[in-house]
T-cell receptor
Framework: DGGITQSPKYLFRKEGQNVTLSCEQN?????MYWYRQDPGQGLRLIYY???????QKGDIAEGYSVSREKKESFPLTVTSAQKNPTAFYLC???????????FGSGTQLSVL | GESVGLHLPTLSVQEGDNSIINCAYS??????FIWYKQESGKGPQFIID?????DKRQGQRVTVLLNKTVKHLSLQIAATQPGDSAVYFC????????????FGQGTELSVKP
């Protein structure tokens, strides 16, 4: 089945630690996105990438980093600079210039 | 700033009734709108979308209405079922670059059997 796979489902971060969330897609989509979702709120864009080896900051990029070494993969690192990392993180992908996003099942990140 | 918002944070309906979820947007330049359904602990699923050159679009049991005069979007679900219980998000595309959607806060739909 084609789709977007996020792992792990649950992740715990210790203070001062960097953690990396995985996102893989086999839809042959060019564009990939990371959104953050806080309880009772909408989704906010962290980073997006429209082509391999290129990515742009979204609205809340501070404290996060990404890489796009392969078309299929767009990992997100939550750095120690992100002081409030507890949230539900969603990865999405789309065809280039297509507004419709396809989402993964999310990763819940919590702080120990 | 410009944003997409919802009139009601929660909506409770009886099974079999029709549901209407509303959404207001503020950017008159937005030309694409989309509705997603999100069940607890899962990622959003596409329901239906509409472009600004249309007023209405129908899917299976769902209809989206767009009123550009008052900048209002609504999602109608016919014969609501317990499986429709979820949070529903509207989103708009504002920069014509594809995929950079601006999401509203969401409405939680609860269906009573």
């Amino acid at each position: 089945d084609g789709g977007i796979t996020q792992s792990p489902k649950y992740l715990f971060r210790k203070e001062g630690q960097n953690v990396t969330l995985s996102c893989e897609q086999n839809l042959n989509h060019d564009a990939m996105y990371w959104y953050r979702q806080d309880p009772g709120q909408g989704l906010r864009l962290i980073y997006y990438s429209q082509i391999v080896n290129d990515f742009q900051k979204g609205d809340i990029a501070e404290g996060y980093s990404v890489s796009r070494e392969k078309k299929e993969s767009f990992p997100l690192t939550v750095t120690s600079a992100q002081k409030n990392p507890t949230a539900f993180y969603l990865c999405a992908s789309s065809l280039l210039q297509d507004e419709k996003l396809f989402f993964g099942s999310g990763t819940q990140l919590s702080v120990l | 700033g410009e944003s997409v918002g919802l009139h009601l944070p929660t909506l409770s309906v009886q099974e079999g009734d029709n549901s209407i979820i509303n959404c207001a947007y503020s950017n008159s330049a937005s030309d694409y709108f989309i509705w997603y359904k999100q069940e607890s602990g899962k990622g959003p699923q596409f329901i239906i979308d509409i472009r600004s050159n249309m007023d209405k679009r129908q899917g299976q049991r769902v209809t989206v209405l767009l009123n550009k005069t008052v900048k209002h979007l609504s999602l109608q679900i016919a014969a609501t079922q317990p499986g429709d219980s979820a949070v529903y998000f509207c989103a708009e595309n504002t920069d014509n670059q594809g995929g950079k959607l601006i999401f509203g806060q969401g409405t939680e739909l609860s269906v009573k059997p």
